[in-house]
């Protein structure tokens, strides 16, 4: 076994399928509802069985109480660009493999934003950090968008479907995408490539069960996992919450007679 087996198996760690709260927001857009008390919102994220966050360099010291075996484990996110750039989707190496191990990372990710004027910048970072991976035996999540100007293409099936083949074959092990807005053609996304797909959780959504119910279909369609997180770590109910879709993943959600999730005082 490889060390990038040894650190996958240590990221699904509780069920074949993942379950990734992403916390890197603040460089984006700085401080946030949510993410003002790093410690506390890990640990109660913790308590609901999510198997790994992701964070950026900087704040996995504030947070190694709630990390390895008996916590999350730790993506090092690679990539950065702020709200207040010229171009805030051109997304610019600011760490490295090497400085993710030393931290203790399980695994990096790099987020690429396809159709942007600086796609093949971006492809050609991600492309460098795969091969630092291999060397290193560091799994690689790709995040992957569309980007393009056009709203309705950021979950166009066929755009998205181009978009996890294109992680797939640069050499990420687990790509994240939009979910498409169906089981049909999400499931054309998951039967387009080999590595583990996982859904993001996108903006806030108004409803709990909505969120619920995409989580339903993604897993449906053949999502190994999920990564929620401004749904997640804005929520109420954070440990709740993360516990209600760690049963949807493992497939041991209570079911109503019309099919939905059983949701109450949500």
Request: glycine content about 8%; some cysteine.
């Amino acid at each position: 076994m490889t060390g990038k087996q040894v650190r996958l198996k240590r990221l699904f760690k509780h069920s074949s399928r993942l379950f990734i709260a992403p916390m890197d927001h603040g460089v984006t857009v700085g401080p946030m509802e949510g993410l003002t008390d790093m410690p506390a919102i890990v640990d109660l994220i913790r308590a609901g069985k999510a198997d790994a966050i992701v964070v950026h360099k900087g704040l996995v010291r504030q947070i190694t109480d709630y990390l390895g075996s008996d916590g999350c484990e730790l993506i090092v996110h690679l990539s950065a660009s702020t709200s207040l750039a010229p171009d805030p989707n051109r997304k610019e190496l600011v760490s490295s493999v090497e400085h993710a191990i030393r931290l203790g990372a399980t695994a990096v990710s790099v987020h690429v934003n396809l159709g942007s004027a600086c796609e093949s910048m971006m492809l050609k970072d991600m492309g460098m950090v795969a091969e630092s991976c291999e060397l290193w035996g560091m799994p690689l999540l790709a995040m992957m968008y569309v980007r393009d100007g056009n709203k309705e293409n950021e979950f166009d099936p066929d755009k998205i479907k181009h978009a996890a083949r294109l992680a797939e074959e640069v050499g990420a092990d687990i790509v994240k995408v939009n979910y498409t807005g169906s089981v049909e053609t999400f499931a054309e996304v998951t039967g387009a490539v080999k590595i583990p797909v996982v859904i993001a959780g996108g903006p806030k959504m108004s409803s709990t069960n909505d969120l619920l119910d995409m989580i339903e279909e993604s897993v449906e369609a053949g999502a190994r996992g999920v990564a929620i997180g401004r749904n997640l770590f804005q929520h109420p109910d954070p440990t709740r919450l993360a516990r209600i879709i760690r049963q949807i993943l493992d497939k041991k959600s209570p079911r109503l007679g019309n099919g939905k999730i059983a949701i109450i005082n949500f």
